[in-house]
């Protein structure tokens, strides 16, 4: 019997004692000491694994202090016991944040099947399609690489860069003298070093001198006016009671040679709203900032707010449906190119937090996802660019960091391009009497662009030789002129001429290619016979084939605009002298018409028929003699300044 009763005492005291502990882990969770309850919760679960509140709250506290990826297996106790849409859709995230995607799908699809909310569906129904669209992702930037920057970091949390004025200013849990309850690691405060791009000196990290960083609080996500004279950061988590209750933006001037003592800001607009992560404008007129105010879109928003004629920031605007999600937004960075840069776990993304941009538009804001390159299944978060678009800093606590949050740098290794050289010799040579080709030197060659625009130009050498270079796959002309020549324009074209760029294996690849430019004796008066112009029998009309060798001629006259030519038409000796000249007459203008039609003015052509009064061979007989005498001539007869 004596027994009995110890047995009952010892059941009576362990009840007792795990009542008392489990109502310290409430009031710890309701207190929002996360890591406390984590730790009482802890407790409970080694004598009772199975204790469904136990395992509700470490799945919580996890939860909210951003470290979703913890509760899986609390949330799959919890389903053994109960299957909810709450406990499905944060196991969905959960498994959605360590990279299962499966697991997380099927998770996302229970949870919508045991519901009739509306909310709760089109929540479920944003996530199946955001997993869906993960594959598709493509990288914005597809050359950056990003490292972690073991040198800078610590065991304990760094985040949040910026550069001014040669300083990095970063957050870190270093030199830190207390510990935040809900995480249970160390308060933040703000650290500055030099830094010239993404190389820091490591060595010379202090505490920023500015103004003194408050211990027994969060301080971070700092911004800095473009000149440098208004300091915006983010403070709050304080245990104090008396203090603001949640993080609010301070904001600290230079004033007299100095910072004065950081001030709350009123674009906070209440002390219960929740304000972080600013970020300045390019020119200094805008801040933006992330906030859970009211009649947002869900979770913290993106805002912006104008600087007043007092210098101060207000009239803060939600940055729309386009931008904000019913997750979470944070961490703006607007690009001198205007895209703003910032961090979503709302968007379809690879985990937690992912890194986006924003680009404008004709009907508003495109968001891209960077990619997994720069993205992981953690928080990536925190970009910022020391030299825009291919260098700069992020924030991560993805796998392989060397604490909780680390800070990395990128830089963007685009393999520099293969480069061809595409060298072009020209001869210049003039035809001589005998038809032969002999080097014409002290040529003047220029050379012009697809646009017509003039890109080089050189006189030739004594042996008639001089070089340009040329791109690749692109199409050229020139124009060779020599006093006492018809000037001549020819068109070249690099096109299939040059390796493909698949195929280079050198750095450097010159190609060397040739080509002549024959010039004609500009002699008055002396006639030149147009070859290959015909014309059916007894008519003038211009036929294709001899409107093909008049554009020669058409040529010659825009390559030499100083020259007047007679156009001649010659018969053979067959028929009246009346029918013949008549003839050739109206075949000579004929062509002048078809010459002028090409934009060739009227004065600098004469037409002139000679019917057979100008034969070549005397008496001809044959059908070949006949056509050496039906010719078509011109000559250049005066040559104007």
Known sequence: MKQFNVVWVVLILLLGSCTSLFQKGQNQFQAGEYQLAINTFSRILEDDPDNKEANFYMAESYRLTNRVENSESYYTKILQEEETFESYYRLGQSLKSQGKYKEAEEAFAKAK??????T?????DKELAGLQTIDAIEDYFPFIEVENYKLLNTPGIEYGTIMNENYLYFTSSRQSSGVYPATGMPYTKIF??????????????????????????????????????????????????????????????????????????????????????????????????????????????LYKATKLANGDFGNAVNLGSQINTSGNEMFPYVAPDGKLYFASDGHPGFGKLDIFVAEKTDTGWEVKNLGSNINSVSDDFAIFFTKYPTEGFLSSNREGGLGDDDIYFFVDNTPKPKVINVFLNVTTKERAEDGSEVVLPQTRVVLYDADNKNVGGDFSNTNGRLRFTLGPDQNFSMIASKSGYFSKSITYDTRGKTPAPEDLVQDVTNV??????????????????????YYDLDKADIRPDAALELDKLVQILKDNPSIRIELSSHTDARASDAYNDALSQRRAESAVAYIVSKGIEASRLVAKGYGKRQLIIENAQTEEEHQVNRRTEFKVIEITD
């Open 120 to 124: 709760f569906i089109r929540w479920t």
């Open 192 to 301: 500055r070093t030099r830094a010239e791009g993404v190389n820091v000196d490591v060595q010379g990290v202090q505490p920023m001198p500015e103004f003194r960083n408050e211990d027994g609080l969060n301080q971070g996500a700092i911004a800095i006016s473009p000149d440098g004279n208004t300091i915006i950061y983010a403070r709050g988590n304080s245990t104090y009671r008396k203090d603001l209750p949640d993080v609010q933006l301070f904001a600290s001037y230079f004033r007299g040679g100095g910072f004065t003592q950081p001030i709350w800001m009123p674009v906070n607009e209440d002390e219960f709203f929740y304000n972080t992560t600013p970020a300045f404008s390019p020119d200094g007129n805008e801040l933006y900032f992330s906030s859970n105010r009211p009649n947002g879109q869900g979770g913290l928003d």
């Open 113 to 118: 099947a045991i519901t009739l909310d509306d």
């Open 512 to 533: 060397v290619l040739d080509t002549t430019i024959v010039l004609d004796p500009l002699i008055l008066e002396k006639a030149i016979v147009l070859e290959n112009i």
